[in-house]
T-cell receptor, first 110, second 114 residues
Framework: SQKIEQNSEALNIQEGKTATLTCNYTNYSPAYLQWYRQDPGRGPVFLLLIRENEKEKRKERLKVTFDTTLKQSLFHITASQPADSATYLCAGSNDYKLSFGAGTTVTVRA | NAGVTQTPKFQVLKTGQSMTLQCAQDMNHEYMSWYRQDPGMGLRLIHYSVGAGITDQGEVPNGYNVSRSTTEDFPLRLLSAAPSQTSVYFC?????????????FGPGTRLLVL
């Protein structure tokens, strides 16, 4: 079955550094990938979408890449801040149905 | 806009009881869906709807029913609650055909089945 995997459960990083999160997909080729932020006790909040024909997308301090050869997306938070501490979810789809990864919890130390 | 709203926020059920989780959105979105989130497993799609009167099953539909009589509302019914249905449930909505398929999530309903 189609699967989205986020390899790291947790990532601890010093303030000001770049956090890099990995999302791999198997058994299918999603037309697009999405990244969400989820804070404890809250619903996910959409951050970025990247399509399979796009190599890279940026939004403020966020950057996401899509590598169809490696079947992987990388999500970067540059100049990280303690306020960036949250769980980040990757999701992929070919239609309306999204498949989600389990998430990576990022903790940014001051 | 209130966005996507869910009620109740918390619920405790006994095994075998039934209940309905409510979800409403005021953004006139055609597409609505229900997910459950369990530790270490990510969000899993239960049921979804592409418009009023149209529903379909997702990845984990057993034990749940849905209906979509209006664009705004998409309730999720647990027919006979089981401990395996203890989870956090999220409702989501989005527009069909948008160039950026932003999906909006509700705040979630935390369900404990004893």
């Amino acid at each position: 079955s189609q699967k989205i995997e986020q390899n790291s459960e947790a990532l601890n990083i010093q303030e000001g550094k770049t956090a890099t999160l990995t999302c791999n997909y198997t058994n299918y080729s999603p037309a697009y990938l999405q990244w969400y932020r989820q804070d404890p006790g809250r619903g996910p909040v959409f951050l970025l979408l990247i399509r399979e024909n796009e190599k890279e997308k940026r939004k403020e301090r966020l950057k996401v890449t899509f590598d169809t050869t490696l079947k992987q997306s990388l999500f970067h938070i540059t100049a990280s801040q303690p306020a960036d501490s949250a769980t980040y979810l990757c999701a992929g789809s070919n239609d309306y149905k999204l498949s989600f990864g389990a998430g990576t919890t990022v903790t940014v130390r001051a | 806009n209130a966005g996507v709203t869910q009620t109740p926020k918390f619920q405790v059920l006994k095994t075998g009881q039934s209940m309905t989780l409510q979800c409403a959105q005021d953004m006139n979105h055609e597409y609505m869906s229900w997910y459950r989130q369990d530790p270490g497993m990510g969000l899993r799609l239960i049921h979804y709807s592409v418009g009023a009167g149209i529903t379909d099953q997702g990845e984990v539909p057993n034990g749940y029913n849905v209906s979509r009589s209006t664009t705004e509302d998409f309730p999720l019914r647990l027919l006979s609650a089981a401990p395996s249905q203890t989870s956090v449930y999220f409702c989501a909505s989005r527009t069909r055909g948008a160039t950026e398929e932003t999906q909006y999530f509700g705040p979630g309903t935390r369900l404990l089945v004893l």
